[in-house]
């Protein structure tokens, strides 16, 4: 059984940053992709970055509501990725949820609250 193991969430100002972090049980190098969801009270999960798994590609992608914000990046050697979010602001509350694997097989993490305040 794959296990994600998340840390990093918090509180912050808005303004400020987080880094989240998602540690694998095995190489990440082995998932087709690895990507971060959050859900906020009362809306639907929401994919919020992806990035290409394997050991040499790392093509990402963003929500709208991200970009330029929000960055995924990987380290194979500590099997772990990550979400650095900067420029946080309140709509950015959630509880955040790593993603790992193909799509018919993959596994999350249990979740992290990350709250901004105003």
């Known amino acids: 059984q794959v296990q994600l193991v998340e840390s990093g969430g918090g509180l912050v100002q808005a303004g400020g940053s987080l880094r989240l972090s998602c540690a694998a049980s095995i190489m990440i190098s082995a998932f087709d992709a690895m990507g971060w969801y959050r859900r906020a009270p009362g809306k639907q999960r929401e994919l919020v970055a992806s990035?290409?798994?394997?050991?040499?590609?790392?093509?990402?992608t963003y929500a709208n509501s991200v970009k330029g914000r929000f960055t995924i990046s990987r380290d194979n050697a500590k099997n772990t990725f990550y979400l650095q979010m900067n420029s946080l602001k309140p709509e950015d509350t959630a509880v955040y949820y790593c993603?790992?694997?193909?799509?018919?097989?993959?596994?999350w993490g249990q979740g992290t609250q990350v709250t901004v305040s105003s």
């Open positions: 990035i290409t798994g394997g050991d040499n590609t790392n093509y990402a």
């Open positions: 993603n790992a694997g193909r799509p018919t097989l993959n596994w």
